[in-house]
């Protein structure tokens, strides 16, 4: 069973960044694509970014695109979502988890909740307020 852990929430003013990561244990996480989601008060939980971690192709919902930045460190099993240029409407709890389908074809579908996600982590509090 895969194990997954969200690190690096906390609160950040309106236009700045933060940086959250995810620890996966059990399987080399080049085998799954990592995707990042988000859930903010009062909403359904939203796919926000997806990466290939054995060849680093991306995959960004429109709303984030150009704002937040997904990459992976194969060697310590490690995913992070950079997040620039914060908006209150980024609030919300954010959750790392990972696939089993090649992320080189099923990321788009992965971010939008057309293929369903294999594990999950707990999810991490990012709260963007002045």
């Known amino acids: 069973q895969e194990q997954l852990v969200e690190s690096g929430g906390g609160s950040v003013q309106p236009g700045g960044s933060l940086t959250l990561s995810c620890t996966v244990s059990?399987?080399?996480?080049?085998?799954?694509?990592i995707a990042w989601f988000r859930q903010a008060p009062g909403k359904e939980r939203e796919g926000l970014s997806c990466?290939?971690?054995?060849?680093?192709?991306?995959f960004y919902k429109e709303t984030v695109k150009g704002r937040f930045t997904i990459s992976t460190d194969n060697a310590e099993n490690t995913a992070h979502l950079q997040m620039d240029n914060m908006k209150p409407e980024d609030t919300g709890v954010y959750y790392c988890?990972?696939?089993?389908?090649?992320?080189?074809?099923?990321?788009?579908?992965?971010?939008?909740?057309?293929?369903?996600?294999?594990?999950w982590g707990k999810g991490i509090l990012v709260t963007v307020s002045s």
């Open positions: 988890a990972a696939g089993v389908l090649p992320g080189d074809q099923y990321c788009p579908g992965y971010v939008s909740s057309r293929h369903g996600m294999d594990y």
């Open positions: 059990g399987q080399r996480m080049v085998f799954y694509a």
């Open positions: 990466i290939s971690p054995s060849d680093g192709l991306a």
